[in-house]
């Protein structure tokens, strides 16, 4: 089996290269994969830079060029819902892109014809991360994910992000990557540790949390795998 583990910025994959100690590393299309061994499986590991052009590519290479056959994102996030604090983990029921927009034409945010407004993440991956909550007695939410390219750092944009997507939390990577896995049918999971509340202070609060929060995302994640390995979903 082969596992794509991806995140958007170095620190995210940071704590899985520590874990793993030892990897091939290769340059591809202008970034590096790190591929190791692990119980068995192949893991293909890289951070994509942020953004939603720079995550579709990589997750395009995955998928294409080191034919992974999953796909889980491990990465931190704002926090829209007021019950998602700096620290908690968010896993991705559906995303959406919130700065998509040709509404002029009469469409909602989000879309363009022949796409669609959410693309739900794998099903089978969701339920085994309840299951590792439950044994890493962890609490983990589940929500939708709105992406983006822009760092939301402005009260009045999260709200109307919240209030158009529903969302729960957004990032600027989720939404793209959805797309590459939904159109080669990849199965894929989108974890994200909360490292701010996408107001006034979130820059701040990013850069003081980053390190904390990617790690707690990336050692929920590599219990994943574990899972993923051990059951063979
Ligand atoms: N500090 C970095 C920029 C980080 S951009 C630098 O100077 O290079 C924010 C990254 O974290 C993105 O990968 C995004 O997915 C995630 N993220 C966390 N909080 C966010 C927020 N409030 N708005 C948008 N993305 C956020």
Redesign the pocket.
């Known amino acids: 089996m082969r596992i794509a583990i991806m995140g ?2 170095p620190e995210e994959i940071a704590p899985i290269l520590k874990q793993l100690g030892e990897y091939k590393t290769t340059s591809y299309a202008g970034n590096t994969y790190y591929e190791a061994t692990y119980k068995g499986a192949v893991l293909v590991i890289a951070y994509s830079k ?1 953004g939603k052009v720079f995550s579709t590519l990589t997750a395009t290479t995955l998928i294409e060029h080191f034919g992974v056959q999953k796909l889980l994102f491990s ?4 926090a829209i819902s007021e019950s998602l604090k700096v620290g908690d983990l968010l896993v991705a029921t559906k995303l959406s892109q919130h700065d998509l927009d040709i509404t002029a034409f009469g469409h909602p945010y989000g879309y363009v014809p022949e796409g669609a407004v959410y693309i739900e993440a794998d099903k089978e991956l969701i339920t085994l991360s309840k299951q590792i909550a439950l044994q890493m007695d962890k609490n983990i939410q589940e929500g939708i994910i709105a992406t983006g390219d ?4 402005n009260e009045e944009r999260k709200n109307w992000i919240g209030a158009t997507f529903g969302a729960d939390a ?4 989720g939404g793209s990557v959805a797309v590459v896995c939904d159109a080669f049918k990849v199965p894929f999971f989108i974890l994200r540790a909360i ?2 509340a ?1 107001d006034m202070d ?1 820059s701040f609060s ?2 003081v949390f980053l390190e904390a929060s990617a790690k707690e995302s990336a050692a929920f994640v590599m219990n994943m795998v574990d899972a993923i390995i051990e059951k063979n979903v």
């Open positions: 958007a910025m942020i990465g931190v996030a704002g822009q760092f939301v750092a957004l990032e600027m990577e490292s701010d996408a979130a990013f850069d």
